[in-house]
């Protein structure tokens, strides 16, 4: 006689009492099977009998349902690992899971994952092994299709008014316009990326692949350079539901003059040391060391004499401090003994300093740093 009046319905034997399902909770029909019987087929894994990953040659992306999926893997192996993670099925019953891989590179396309899994089923410790092949091929993803075939929605002219941008400028909007687009990759956004980057005569072109980001780029060059941008729209073409496609070119004006340029207002009162020209320009007085700013109407591009820049300064040596006004320093060109202004930023015990010589006479050019009191 059974002690719990119950049978396993397969073998006959004896099966102690299993608690009833919770209300609208599915009977499991095998748990009137004793032990023996239940884990005869008993699977703890549902592994599939191999798998296929699609993976770009190129940017390394894998293809999973219908989209491209950055998934930021090293190499190979740990996509088949993570393939392999999601497609294999672990028994509802099964608590206390633990599982670990160890993959076999069989050769450049296929590695072999070799999976062991264990768990408690009843109370009973179960232990399962199995391996699953994975193909790794390789295609190209609709983005790096798109970057190849030299696809681009917006162009970024980067121009500077009355000048050449320098090498400088052009290098780092370029280098923001590559930062942005890996921002937004970052953030899942394959559509973001920079179809072409070069420097031109006048200025850099930059090709982008949609017209929201050369808005993005045009926005931030102007808040780091200061200037202006406008845009140009250009029908192309239409897409396959019939609407029109227009390509939009965002021309970037740097403004005329650039910081760490010097330049002569013709006001009377000496040449000033651009330090910046968001909105207003904004400068230092050589004389005197005061600040400088142009007139609201004036904006960035105040109407100056261009004398050279930072970069033309050169060092010379102190020979005496005259009064409060003045300064003797050897000229860099006759050697000569001369008297300049001593504006508020020289340190009168210094030995060396930078002075630009120009037509109107020398002049001391202070440190990177130095906005003007």
Known sequence: MSKSGEFCPR???????????????????DAALCDACYFEDFDLVDAPDRIE??????????????????????????VAVDEVAEALG????????????????????????HCTFSGLVRGTPVEEQVVVPVKVSRATCKRCGRISGGAYAGEVQVRAEERVPTKEERERAMEIAHDMVEEREADGDREAYVTEAKKVDDGADIKISTNKLGRMLSKR?????GGSFEEYATL????????EVYRVTFAVHLP?????????????????????????LKGVRLTSGGRYEARFDEGDAPDALRLGGREDAVETTVVAVEDEHAVQVLDPETFESVSIARPDFFDPDADQVDVLKVRSGLYMVPEEGVTGA
């Open 53 to 78: 990953v699609l993976v770009c040659s190129r940017c390394g992306a894998v293809h999973r349902g219908n989209r491209w999926l950055d998934v930021g893997a090293k190499d190979y192996t740990d």
């Open 90 to 113: 672990v028994h509802l019953k099964a608590e206390q899971v633990q599982w670990g891989v160890e993959p076999e590179q069989v050769d450049q396309n296929t590695i072999r994952m």
């Open 11 to 29: 073998c006959g034997d004896d099966v102690p009492k299993r608690p009833e399902p919770l209300p609208g909770e599915p009977r499991d029909r």
């Open 256 to 280: 005329r003059y650039r910081p760490g340029e010097i330049i002569d207002p013709e006001d009377g009162d000496g040449p000033v040391l651009v330090t910046s020209v968001r909105g207003n």
């Open 221 to 225: 060059l102007v808040e780091e350079f």
């Open 236 to 243: 192309v073409t239409e897409d396959s539901d019939g609407n």
